[in-house]
């Protein structure tokens, strides 16, 4: 990542990404997403915010197939 910090956290710019979407997104398309605003960040930073919306049941990571992951809002009852 960049050494200034960015206005918007990493895990909002993810949750809003998501929301805009208004469904599930590859894994890959949101690193794509997340480079557009942030520049350069490692897939290790990526699953390290969606690791800490998934343990705060704000997101779902499934794996679609091999090597695929897709992320999406968490349903909200």
């Given at each position: 990542?960049?050494?200034?910090?960015?206005?918007?956290?990493?895990?909002?710019f993810?949750?809003?990404t998501?929301?805009?979407?208004?469904?599930?997104?590859?894994?890959?398309?949101?690193?794509?997403?997340?480079?557009?605003?942030?520049?350069?960040?490692?897939?290790?930073?990526?699953?390290?915010?969606?690791?800490?919306?998934?343990?705060?049941?704000?997101?779902?990571?499934?794996?679609?197939?091999?090597?695929?992951?897709?992320?999406?809002?968490?349903?909200?009852?």
């Amino acid at each position: 990542m960049n050494k200034i910090w960015p206005s918007t956290p990493l895990t909002l710019f993810i949750i809003e990404t998501l929301e805009k979407k208004k469904s599930m997104i590859d894994k890959d398309e949101l690193l794509k997403e997340v480079k557009e605003k942030y520049g350069e960040i490692s897939f290790k930073e990526l699953n390290n915010a969606l690791l800490k919306l998934e343990i705060l049941g704000l997101i779902k990571v499934s794996r679609l197939m091999k090597g695929k992951r897709v992320v999406e809002l968490a349903k909200t009852s």
